[in-house]
């Protein structure tokens, strides 16, 4: 939803890709005054690691410069943070990503969706549909993780976080 919301945002049109690029839809452009290729792979989360090694190949883009966004178990519901590296906290598409590119240090969009009830699985837990209550808040959530992205392209890393982290 991130990804739609900034490929309008910058007139980006998604399409399947050809060869090495068919395991994903992405499309190229310029966002927050910067040349970006967006993409989702089209392959399960568990296995998205090979096609953005494909796309940063493809494009000549270093690693460095990989943006991920993705859902995040141990951050509350619509909470967003920026981060680069760290731990896959057990996110199997970080760690197809982490394994393929050859590091961990790349740069995170980090959508918060909170922890499962009870004892629910994890696994179960993130491929449900949000709740009446979540969908009420998940425009707003969009537009913050998309405005978090476009604050790290423009401002870079740290400056991006002093914008989007609130001050506690």
Do not use: C, W
């Not at 449900?128 to 969908?135: G, P, T």
């Amino acid at each position: 939803m991130v990804l739609e919301e900034l490929a309008a945002r910058a007139g980006i049109r998604l399409s399947a890709g050809k060869g090495a690029r068919a395991r994903a839809v992405a499309g190229e452009g310029r966002l927050a005054g910067r040349r970006v290729v967006l993409a989702r792979p089209l392959t399960y989360m568990n296995e998205s690691g090979s096609p953005v090694r494909g796309l940063l190949d493809y494009h000549h883009l270093p690693v460095e410069d990989l943006v991920v966004v993705h859902d995040e178990l141990d951050l509350p519901f619509a909470t967003v943070r920026l981060k680069r590296g760290g731990g896959e906290g057990g996110h199997n598409g970080l760690r197809s990503i982490s394994r393929s590119t050859g590091t961990k240090d790349y740069l995170r969009v980090r959508v918060g969706i909170g922890r499962p009830p009870g004892r629910q699985d994890p696994a179960d837990f993130v491929l449900k549909d949000f709740s009446a209550v979540e969908r009420k808040e998940l425009d707003l959530l969009v537009a913050e993780a998309a405005d978090a992205a476009e604050e790290l392209l423009v401002r870079g890393l740290e400056a991006a976080q002093n914008v989007v982290h609130p001050r506690t």
